[in-house]
């Protein structure tokens, strides 16, 4: 079991790291305000958008177990935290899973 974990680990970890790598090869052409990059971008935000609203709205795992509301409540506090970190990603990250953890708790 142990070694089966460790392939998985090196195997993802390989794949993460190879695309970032090609990405930052094909990445040194392209100019940040080009339409192909802004594109991409839009791309990844969206992405991320509907993955969040996926956790969000239909759950699995733990997470099924806790109130609508509740995590409703948690992603627009963690909004408002995001913003008044001035777009720092950490903050709100950190902040929405011990704020989950309590409320998941306690109410």
């Known amino acids: 079991m142990t070694g089966s974990v460790l392939i998985t680990i090196l195997v993802t ?3 993460t790291y190879l695309s970032r790598f090609l990405g930052v090869l094909s990445a040194e ?3 940040e305000t080009s339409k192909i990059f802004r594109w991409f971008n839009c791309l990844a935000y969206s992405t991320l958008a509907a993955l ?3 956790i969000v709205i239909f759950p699995s795992g733990t997470l099924s177990e806790v109130d609508y509301l509740v995590r409703l409540i948690v992603v627009i506090l963690s909004i408002i ?3 008044l970190t001035r777009k720092n990603i ?6 929405s899973a011990i704020i989950l953890a309590l409320f998941s708790s306690y109410i």
Do not use: D, M
């Open 81 to 83: 935290v995001f913003y």
């Open 52 to 54: 969040i609203a996926r």
């Open 90 to 95: 950490v903050y709100p990250t950190l902040f």
């Open 29 to 31: 052409k392209i100019k």
């Open 13 to 15: 970890s390989f794949a």
